[in-house]
C-alpha cells in the first residue's frame, strides 16, 4: 500500500543532447529547491494545525470510532434496500463516488458484503427534468433509501431534489414510512434542509462544519455511502492515514511527496503553463479525476491564481485529448497515474489470434496492453518536451484510494500557500448561488 512518485522528467537537464528538444517547459534544479524551501512555513503549520487539531479533514484520517458508530446505520440500510439514490453536488457527492467506483462495474447483480447483498448505490449530482422524474418513475421506492447531503442546507439542487423525493414517497407510501426511506447529512445549524427533515422526522446526522464539501471524502459525506455498498471504510482512512504520516513526520518539505507535487506545480505555472491534466490509467479511477478537479479549481483559483485542472482517462483519452497535448499548446503539466497491470487477466489465446496483424496480441493480457499503452503516452509527452510526473500504484484497493486522495488534498494546501491563497474558502462561488434564489424567486412574482 504505497505509490512511486517518479518527478525526474518535470525537470530540465534529463534529456540526451542528441535528442534536441527543448526542454524549456521544465523545471531548472534551482527554482525547484527554492520553491521546494518556500514550502517549509507550510509544512510546519500542516504539523502544527494536526497536533491542535484545528484541522479535523487530517485528523479523520487517523479516526475510527466515527465509524463503528455509523455501522449500525450501515448494516440497518444495506438490508433494507435495494436501492440507495445519494441526493448531493459537488463535494457532498464526488468523493461518494469516486470510492464507490472501485467496487461499481455498472452491470450485474450488487457486490456481496458479509455474505448477503448490498443496494446498489445511484449518486444524482446533477439536475434535470427528466433525469429526475425517470428516476422517481422507475425506482421501486418501497425498496429505495434516500440520502441528502449538503453541508449548508441551502443547497439549491439539493433542496430540490429532495422536496420532489418527499412528494413520490408520500404519493407511494404512508406518511409514516416516509421517514424510514430518507437521512439528510448537514451541518449543526438551522437551514432550510434541516427544517424539512425536521417536519417529516427524518433522522439527520451531522456534517463538521469545519470540514469544507471538497476536503469531506473522509468523513462520513463519502464513508457512509461506501459501508453502505458494503466497501471497507477503515482502509480507507489507513491509506489516508499512511500519506499524513509522511507529512506530518517530514523533517523537510523533501521528505513530503505533497509538498514536492506542489513545488512543481507552482514552478510551472510561473513558467506560462496554466493547465494541469491528471490521467489515470484505470476506468475506475475516472470518478477520482472529477473529484480532484473540484479539489484543485475550487481551493486555488482566488485572486487571478491557479491553474485549469483537465481530467483524462486512460487509455480512452488516447482517441480523444491526447491529439491536443502532443500537438497542441505546450501549456500543460501532467500527472500520469497507472496501476500494476501487467501480465493481467485473461491471456488471448494464439489460435485466436493467428491473423498476421494480431500477432502482437498473442500470448498477451489485457494489463499488458494497458501497461504498454500508459508507458508509450508518457514517453510521447517527454519526448515532445512536456513534463510529466508518474504516480505508479500497486493496486487499486481501499487503502489506495484514500492515500491518493489524501495526497491531492495535501498537495493541494501546499500549492495554495505558495499561491497565497486560501484553500479552504470559495468566495466567487457564492455569487452565482445569490444570483440563482433571485432568478427562482422572479420567477415565482411573475
Known amino acids: 500500500m504505497s505509490y512511486q512518485h517518479y518527478i525526474e522528467h518535470c525537470l530540465q537537464g534529463v534529456l540526451e543532447p542528441d535528442q534536441q528538444i527543448a526542454n524549456h517547459n521544465r523545471l531548472s534544479q534551482a527554482d525547484y529547491d527554492a520553491l521546494l524551501e518556500e514550502c517549509a512555513p507550510t509544512l510546519e503549520e500542516i504539523q502544527s494545525a494536526h497536533a491542535s487539531q484545528a484541522w479535523p479533514m487530517l485528523a479523520l484520517a487517523e479516526r475510527r470510532d466515527d465509524l463503528e458508530r455509523l455501522e449500525p446505520l450501515a448494516a440497518r440500510w444495506r438490508t433494507a434496500f435495494d436501492n440507495v439514490v445519494i441526493l448531493g453536488t459537488g463535494g457532498s457527492s464526488l468523493g461518494g463516488q469516486a470510492i464507490y467506483a472501485l467496487t461499481d462495474l455498472g452491470f450485474?447483480?450488487?457486490?456481496?458484503?458479509?455474505?448477503?447483498?448490498v443496494p446498489r448505490l445511484r449518486f444524482v449530482d446533477n439536475i434535470g427534468p427528466t433525469t429526475m422524474q425517470a428516476l422517481l418513475e422507475r425506482a421501486d421506492l418501497s425498496k429505495t433509501g434516500f440520502i441528502a447531503i449538503s453541508k449548508s442546507g441551502a443547497t439549491a439542487e439539493t433542496l430540490t431534489q429532495f422536496l420532489l423525493v418527499l412528494q413520490a414517497l408520500q404519493r407511494s407510501l404512508d406518511d409514516s414510512r416516509v421517514k424510514l426511506h430518507c437521512l439528510v447529512i448537514t451541518q449543526p445549524q438551522n437551514s432550510p434542509l434541516r427544517r424539512i427533515a425536521h417536519r417529516w422526522d427524518i433522522q439527520v446526522l451531522d456534517h463538521d462544519p469545519n470540514i469544507g464539501g471538497r476536503f469531506a471524502a473522509l468523513s462520513l459525506v463519502g464513508l457512509l455511502p461506501a459501508m453502505i455498498a458494503g466497501q471497507d471504510a477503515e482502509a480507507v482512512r489507513v491509506g489516508a492515514e499512511r500519506i499524513l504520516h509522511e507529512t506530518l513526520e517530514a523533517r523537510t518539505p523533501a521528505d513530503s511527496r505533497a509538498a514536492?507535487?506542489?513545488?512543481?506545480?507552482?514552478?510551472?505555472m510561473r513558467k506560462g503553463l496554466r493547465n494541469t491534466v491528471l490521467m489515470p490509467y484505470a476506468s475506475r479511477l475516472d470518478i477520482f479525476g472529477q473529484w480532484w478537479?473540484?479539489?484543485?479549481?475550487?481551493?486555488?483559483?482566488?485572486?487571478?491564481?491557479?491553474?485549469?485542472?483537465?481530467?483524462?482517462?486512460?487509455?480512452?483519452?488516447?482517441?480523444?485529448q491526447l491529439q491536443l497535448f502532443l500537438d497542441g499548446p505546450q501549456d500543460k503539466f501532467y500527472t500520469i497515474v497507472t496501476l500494476n497491470t501487467a501480465d493481467r487477466g485473461e491471456m488471448i489465446q494464439p489460435d485466436f489470434a493467428d491473423d498476421l496483424e494480431l500477432d502482437w496480441l498473442a500470448g498477451r493480457t489485457i494489463g499488458d496492453l494497458m501497461d504498454c499503452e500508459a508507458r508509450a503516452?508518457?514517453?510521447a509527452l517527454i519526448e515532445n518536451g512536456a513534463p510529466v510526473r508518474h504516480m505508479k500504484v500497486g493496486l487499486l484497493r481501499e487503502p489506495e484510494v484514500g492515500l491518493l486522495m489524501m495526497h491531492f488534498m495535501l498537495e493541494t494546501i501546499f500549492t495554495a500557500r505558495l499561491l497565497k491563497v486560501d484553500p479552504f474558502d470559495q468566495p466567487a462561488v457564492e455569487k452565482g448561488k445569490k444570483l440563482t434564489r433571485r432568478y427562482m424567486l422572479e420567477l415565482h412574482q411573475k
Open 293 to 320: 478537479r473540484q479539489l484543485w479549481a475550487e481551493s486555488l483559483g482566488k485572486n487571478h491564481q491557479g491553474s485549469t485542472p483537465i481530467s483524462a482517462i486512460g487509455a480512452v483519452d488516447q482517441h480523444s
Open 377 to 379: 503516452t508518457m514517453d
Open 260 to 268: 514536492i507535487g506542489a513545488a512543481l506545480h507552482v514552478g510551472l
Open 108 to 117: 450485474g447483480p450488487p457486490p456481496k458484503a458479509k455474505n448477503r447483498g
